[in-house]
Nanobody, 114 residues
Framework: VQFVESGGGLVQPGGSLRLSCAASGFTFSGFGMKWYRQVPEKQREMVAGISSRGTNIVYGTSVKGRFTVSRDNAKNTLYLQMNNLKPEDTARYYC????????WGQGTQVTVSS
């Protein structure tokens, strides 16, 4: 199992970013996936989840209405469109299975600051 997250960066409050997660080592289309985020010294938080075929989608309370999760099973890729970003969205973002595997990728850093 391997996850490679990308697309993070520094953005001003109110801005947007699109994260990508390239997954490999398993049958991507057969598994639900989630985005998680973590800041130092705090517990990892679930941001958004999407079922294997995209029919079931869930969001964390703090991002609902601002973030959109999607997937392209043909490309083995998970996406997270983040709009109206806030300073409290600053974190390292990771993707993983719906029920997380023990392996975690490097993540991608999102910093929201003016």
């Amino acid at each position: 199992v391997q996850f490679v997250e990308s697309g993070g960066g520094l953005v001003q409050p109110g801005g947007s970013l699109r994260l990508s997660c390239a997954a490999s080592g398993f049958t991507f289309s057969g598994f639900g996936m989630k985005w998680y985020r973590q800041v130092p010294e705090k517990q990892r938080e679930m941001v958004a989840g999407i079922s294997s075929r995209g029919t079931n989608i869930v969001y964390g309370t703090s991002v609902k209405g601002r973030f959109t999760v999607s997937r392209d099973n043909a490309k083995n890729t998970l996406y997270l469109q983040m709009n109206n970003l806030k300073p409290e969205d600053t974190a390292r973002y990771y993707c993983n299975l719906w029920t997380p595997a023990n392996y975690w990728g490097q993540g991608t850093q999102v910093t929201v600051s003016s």
